[in-house]
Every structure is written in C-alpha cells, then in structure tokens.
C-alpha cells in the first residue's frame, strides 16, 4: 500500500495541487500578490501553506483548503452549505492522499451544520442531507 507523504508539499504534488513556497510554478513571486497569505487559497487555485512536517490538525485544515481549490463554486454557498459541502468532498481527496480523517476533527463541522439547518424546512435544497450527515458521528446515528 502507497504510504501518505511526510510533508505538505509532498502532499500537494502527489494530490495535483499548486503549493506556494514564495515563488509559483510560472517563476513569478508570490508574496507580490495582494493574495498572499498563509492557510488561504487564491482565485486560481494556489494553496498558500508553509512546507514543513504534518500533523493531524494542519493535515485536516490542508486537505479543506484542496478541496477548495479543486472545488471553488463552494465559496458562494452559505455557510452551513458550504461546510457541509467541503467535508462530502474531503473523504474523496482523503482517500486520495491514503488517508482517514479521525471524526474528532469533523465534530465543530457537524455541530454547526447540525445548528445551521435545525429550524430550516426541507424544502431548503441540501438541508435533508445536511441535517443526515451532521447527526452522524462514527458510524451512528441518533433518532
């Protein structure tokens, strides 16, 4: 089995993603940009994340900030939309980085879409799913 790699820019390459160091793949210097910051993304994708060894809080906090980049229509949503939306899509870039996130990291995420969606009808698109999702933790389910 493929092991996952020890650093964030080791990650970034094997999940396909353009990671700045202070200089970008087409030889121009980032930290020019107003855009520049650390645990951001730009509009055009590039992850902004200091290349050091992972642990699992900045595992978790990099791997959202993929799937931000892969995914940028996610920023127009709503905020409980939005979250709910990056964690369906985190499993899939998990997967890919030959990993699992431990469900202690996704209970802020649950509990507040679980909030968020509580007193909206089901009418509201995504809320059902939401509200599902948000309720499970570990493989349970509470009724």
Same mark, same amino acid.
């Given at each position: 089995? *493929?092991?996952? +790699? ?5 990650? &970034? $390459? @094997? ?24 645990? *951001?993304?730009? +509009? ?5 994340? &200091? $290349? @050091? ?60 879409v679980r909030a968020s969606v509580a007193s909206l009808s089901n009418d509201v698109p995504l809320r059902k ?15």
């Amino acid at each position: 089995m *493929d092991r996952r +790699p020890k650093t964030y820019g080791a990650l &970034a $390459d @094997r999940l396909e993603v353009e990671h700045c160091r202070g200089m970008r793949r087409d030889g121009t210097y980032c930290y020019q940009s107003a855009d520049h910051h650390v645990g *951001d993304v730009t +509009p055009d994708g590039v992850i902004h994340w &200091a $290349d @050091r060894q992972m642990q699992w809080p900045g595992l978790v906090r990099f791997l959202k900030l993929v799937v931000i980049s892969q995914n940028p229509k996610t920023v127009t949503f709503k905020p409980w939309q939005r979250v709910y939306l990056l964690n369906k899509h985190l499993t899939g870039v998990a997967r890919e980085a030959n990993t699992r996130i431990p469900t202690k990291y996704l209970r802020a995420d649950r509990a507040f879409v679980r909030a968020s969606v509580a007193s909206l009808s089901n009418d509201v698109p995504l809320r059902k799913e939401a509200f599902d999702w948000s309720r499970r933790e570990a493989g349970q389910t509470w009724d």
